[in-house]
């Protein structure tokens, strides 16, 4: 990424959000006539974040909204330029853009690091905050971030208190409220748990995290009905088409933090009979993915063994 080119004194591209105060819009669309003005002379002032993606890629369709939101909400700090790859091949051959999404962000005239692929929120807002220290966490963000940090630490009623903080503050936080509903299901109070997820507005149902929280509640109820582990590998030594019992040790596996193992099991059930259950063993690998998360490497690996299982 050392070339880049375009003359200073060409039209910007077109105008996708409303301007700043100081710092005018913070969301263009460029080219290679407008690079040299909208992002080379522009990151001399504020750092710019320039964005390759493809109408055709999924992955840039998942990530570009968020870049928009965390753009917006920084507030100035930080602008970013959007760059169609089909139609910026040569500005993406300079810069040796190989693959979509990628960002790049420049900082004082050059290129000071970059990402490729899908990235959370709070991911991104990491990434940038190096470069715009306006970019630290609010209030509410650290609460949230601590409370995460309990809850890994397996505190989870202090983790829910501070959910509970935040959503006091924020009643429509929707991590705050994903949050406390899953301290909630640690602790093993299913009931409070769902009448917690009953109140997530609708414009919230389909976050990421509202959706892991709904599949783990749903998950502790099938582990609450379920036996012992050793009676159900005996039950397999005994019958290895038992697909009931396969299924049932794989929750008590992912109860028990054996993710993989869990997941192996229910790969081992679709092998053998992708029809069981009505296509059960693959509709739960689908909730693990979602308790996970989409884009963590273990779903990744997953999903790797699933697609080789249904297309082999």
């Not at 910026?88 to 810069?95: F, P, R, Y």
């Not at 299924?247 to 054996?258: R, V």
């Not at 009505?278 to 790797?304: C, N, Y």
Request: one cysteine or more.
């Amino acid at each position: 990424m050392q070339e880049f080119g375009g003359p200073s004194n060409a039209a910007a591209g077109p105008e996708t959000q409303n301007e700043s105060q100081n710092t005018g819009p913070l969301i263009k669309e460029g080219d290679m006539a407008s690079f040299m003005a909208d992002v080379i002379e522009k990151s001399m002032s504020v750092p710019v974040l320039v964005s390759f993606y493809a109408s055709w890629s999924e992955n840039c369709k998942q990530l570009t909204p968020v870049l928009e939101k965390v753009i917006n909400q920084a507030g100035g700090a930080v602008h970013m330029v959007r760059m169609d790859f089909e139609k910026n091949q040569q500005l993406a051959t300079q810069m040796k853009i190989q693959t979509v999404p990628t960002v790049v962000v420049f900082s004082e005239q050059r290129p000071v690091d970059a990402f490729t692929g899908v990235k959370s929120e709070a991911e991104i807002k990491q990434f940038i905050a190096r470069f715009a220290p306006e970019m630290q966490p609010s209030p509410v963000e650290q609460m949230i971030e601590q409370a995460a940090i309990l809850y890994d630490a397996e505190d989870y009623p202090a983790a829910g208190g501070l959910y509970s903080e935040v959503l006091q503050a924020e009643p429509d936080n929707a991590s705050a409220v994903a949050g406390l509903a899953q301290s909630l299901i640690k602790m093993e109070d299913l009931e409070n748990a769902e009448t917690i997820l009953k109140t997530v507005p609708k414009q919230h149902e389909n976050n990421a995290a509202i959706t892991a929280a709904l599949a783990m509640l749903d998950m502790a109820r099938q582990l609450s009905d379920l036996g012992d582990a050793d009676v159900l590998e005996r039950a397999l030594q005994e019958d290895e088409n038992n697909h009931q019992a396969r299924f049932d040790l794989a929750l008590i596996l992912w109860a028990k933090g054996a993710e993989e193992a869990a997941a192996d099991q229910l790969l081992e059930i679709v092998a053998r009979d992708r029809s069981w259950n009505e296509d059960g063993a693959r509709k739960q690998l689908v909730k693990f993915f979602e308790i996970i998360g989409p884009m963590e490497p273990l779903t990744v690996k997953i999903r790797k063994k699933l697609s080789s299982l249904l297309f082999s």
